[in-house]
């Protein structure tokens, strides 16, 4: 889009980051900066790949991928949103490519057990977890085909729901199955496998797209009723990459059959029904049943809950050896191949029998050419015959692979490299991670709570696996999953993305965009992202409003698990406020000093609550309860002031308290403050002796009812609280002209009389 290099793009982008976050007042250690696209990192990465290539932990094989046509680029799942291209905004196909994937299945059972032992992981993030793994149990089912000459060998099909096998009225297979294969002659089959080119391989691609099915005319015998026989389609909602590649299809209780049923004018039978609802009265038309309930229509299943006819399927099936249970997990081998030049080179080499070749470790690290041609469509890479061709020591010729590593591959280990982020060694010194393995605190959007975190914790046992020395599995002890800043998004009628500050508001509500005066689209608000440009400047906000305002309106706005809508009357909002902080820092300085000081042990008390409140409050990252908290002790140290009853030595050493603890907050402020009234940079301590209170309020109820209330000292005998609580006015109406015939007392709290009714 800006015709620009990316290493210039990127390091010029990462210079300006650092100069905003420095602004903000951001206590980062630069110290430890490192960057994932020098050299320095990405030499390890690419000598990580070989030891896990030698441990055959990455392999490479044809896939399925998600092709952007425009871009000329594999995308990743999350790349695709509603079936097209995140940067094009084409439609995404599906396309076969040779690519590399690392074996992240072969971990897929501990990855699932160790969750239970991420105590400080917030329990959404680790079901999210366990999910994407989707570990399933089931049954694998053999289904015979019926006599033909195109394919002898029996159809595998895995199924967790056994239960439903007399609901089955189809058959449906991969178009890479090896009997459709059969058909690669079929011009009907070779449209057919056109068409399902056109659908990407997410699994919101294959739900959204239509059922499409191609008929093979041949049939397969039903494995517990020889009379039953299915046609078997070969249908575009089956991947191989799922299962055996082969499904049967219950139309009654699984929609998408019931859609491809429908089309195709399918037999539809119900075999699961309300508990309490007849038989004869339980039709299935254009909704499939997917809850619980009662088996019928299926000979030995009848009358049986779902769970159970579950097993005795699995039970039945296994002894007469039809098939037999099996385990299945939905996570799939990560594919870490991109079809681009700005990525980590893989460090493989093919030899002229298209050998896999690891690069030798001396000739780390593989970089990238400077003289690309960036205009050219696809991957600069693979268009480059003088880095593409090289020469091995021995005078071999082989060619490089051309492919780049996904991003997320360079994500899954920085957090050990800060451990060792000037190391010229090795990736890591082990002393160091001996030190400060694992994270203590780890803090991200909880949009990386699947792919990123699971990539980390795949990579840490990758580099673990049979490797004596390295001994750390799970990278994060504790994690907090923060929330994203939102704002409007913006369009041309064109569909172009607008920046904020391309746009302007009518009085209206509408918005057209400054330079021409067309009309702008406002989209819904969504978290803050460059592809979308609805992005605001930080310099530009801290040049007019200051960066501790922009701080301040960030940690006030939402607790910090929840999305912030941006706001510039927030942001104005929280500058006029830290203004009254300022005056309040002036207004105690020239205070006079005032005779009466029976303010003095109130404010001491208040303050000191404060602080207990706001060190608890910070360290349960609820800091929008910690803005609350200095609202409120600002209240009272300005009533303070204007009461005029505490001396000025109590509000001087009761504001230096609160000027640290807004340190964390408003830095810039706070050391202004602090050179102002001179302080010890520490953190105040409270006093617990004094969060104790002295006095507790009793609420007095007649049958249940609050008449009155009163204020006595902490731990009043109860027979004394009792006779006070009877001469209240309010109270002595209702209790007069009855008698008590039992009292609930409730130490420090509350007072019940009982009365005859």
């Known amino acids: 889009e800006n015709k620009l290099d990316p290493k210039d793009w990127t390091n010029k982008n990462i210079d300006t980051m650092k100069t905003q976050l420095k602004k903000l007042g951001l206590s980062i250690d630069w110290d430890r900066e490192i960057s994932t696209c020098s050299e320095d990192y990405y030499k390890w990465e690419q000598w990580f790949f070989i030891q896990l290539f030698k441990k055959k932990l990455v392999y490479k094989k044809e896939s399925l991928v998600n092709w952007d046509p425009v871009d000329k680029t594999v995308l990743a799942n999350e790349q695709v949103i509603d079936g097209k291209g995140w940067r094009s905004g084409v439609a995404v196909e599906r396309k076969k490519l040779s690519q590399w994937f690392f074996n992240i299945k072969k971990f897929a059972q501990n990855l699932l057990d160790e969750l239970e032992n991420l105590k400080n992981w917030p329990e959404k993030v680790k079901l999210m977890q366990k999910n994407w793994i989707g570990k399933s149990f089931g049954c694998e089912i053999n289904f015979e085909i019926e006599k033909n000459k195109v394919y002898s060998d029996k159809i595998k099909v895995f199924t967790t729901r056994p239960d439903t096998i007399f609901g089955a009225s189809f058959l449906a297979i991969s178009i890479d199955h090896p009997l459709a294969k059969k058909f690669e002659k079929d011009s009907n089959f070779l449209s057919f496998k056109d068409k399902c080119s056109k659908i990407g391989t997410t699994e919101e691609a294959m739900a959204n797209a239509e059922k499409i099915g191609f008929d093979t005319k041949l049939f397969a015998i039903h494995p517990l009723d020889k009379n039953n026989k299915l046609p078997i389609y070969i249908a575009n909602f089956v991947l191989m990459d799922y299962g055996t590649g082969a499904v049967f299809g219950c139309p009654a209780h699984d929609q998408r059959d019931l859609d491809f049923a429908n089309k195709y004018k399918l037999k539809i039978i119900p075999v699961v029904k309300p508990k309490n609802i007849d038989s004869k009265k339980f039709q299935i038309k254009n909704e ?171 990579f840490m046992r990758a580099l673990a696996y049979k490797n004596k020395e390295f001994n750390y599995i799970e990278p994060f002890e504790s994690l907090f999953t923060q929330g994203m800043v939102c704002h409007e998004t913006y369009k041309d009628v064109k569909g172009k993305w607008l920046y904020p500050s391309e746009v302007e508001k009518k009085s209206d509500g509408s918005f057209f965009i400054k330079k021409n005066k067309e009309k702008a689209i406002v989209g819904p608000s969504e978290s803050m992202s460059k592809s979308k440009k609805n992005i605001i400047d930080p310099e530009d906000m801290i040049n007019t409003y200051g960066a501790d305002s922009i701080r301040w309106f960030i940690l006030s706005d939402s607790p910090p698990e929840r999305d912030i809508q941006w706001s510039l009357e927030g942001v104005s909002a929280s500058y006029k406020f830290i203004q009254k902080l300022w005056k309040l820092n002036n207004e105690i300085l020239d205070k006079k000093d005032s005779s009466e000081k029976t303010g ?18 910070l360290e349960n990252f609820q800091y929008n309860v910690v803005i609350a908290n200095i609202h409120e002790v600002y209240n009272l140290l300005n ?119």
Not at 313 to 332: D, N, P, V, W, Y
Not at 654 to 678: D, F, Q, T, Y
Not at 700 to 709: E, H, I, L, T, Y
């Open 288 to 458: 499939a049943y997917t809850d619980d309930g009662i088996l019928y229509n299926s000979q030995f299943l009848n009358g049986l809950s779902v769970s159970d006819g579950i097993n005795k399927a699995i039970e039945t099936i296994s002894k007469k050896k039809l098939g037999e249970k099996k385990i299945s997990f939905r996570l799939k081998d990560w594919g870490i191949s991109r079809q681009r030049y700005w990525g980590c080179p893989i460090p493989i080499v093919y030899n002229t029998k298209g050998e896999a070749i690891a690069v030798d470790k001396k000739d780390l690290p593989i970089l990238l050419p400077d003289d690309i041609d960036f205009a050219s469509k696809g991957n600069p890479l693979d268009k480059h015959s003088k880095w593409k061709y090289v020469n091995l020591d021995s005078g071999e010729k082989v060619t490089r692979e051309t492919d780049t590593l996904d991003t997320f591959v360079d994500s899954s280990w920085y957090f050990i490299r800060f451990c060792s982020p000037n190391y010229k060694d090795f990736g890591y010194n082990i002393d160091d991670l001996k030190y400060w393995m694992p994270v203590d605190q780890y803090i991200g959007g909880v949009e990386h709570a699947i792919l990123h975190l699971l990539y980390s914790r795949f």
């Open 600 to 617: 003095d042990n109130i404010l001491k008390k208040d303050v000191n609550k404060t602080i207990f409140k706001v060190t608890k409050n």
């Open 639 to 757: 009533q303070h002031v204007i009461n005029n009853k505490t001396s000025k030595d109590a509000l001087i050493q009761s504001w230096k308290k609160i000027i640290m603890i807004l340190m964390p907050i408003v830095p810039h402020l706070a050391n202004e403050l602090s050179e102002k009234i001179g302080l010890d940079p520490y953190w105040p301590k409270y006093d617990s002796k004094l969060l104790e209170e002295q006095e507790c309020l009793i609420v007095v109820q007649v049958d249940g009812r609050k008449r009155g209330s009163f204020k006595m000292p902490m731990d009043s005998k109860e027979n004394v609280v009792l006779e006070k609580a009877k001469k209240i006015e309010n109270v002595i109406k209702y209790i007069e002209k009855t008698k008590i015939i039992k009292n609930i007392y409730l130490k420090n709290k509350l007072i019940n009389f009982i009365t005859k009714k």
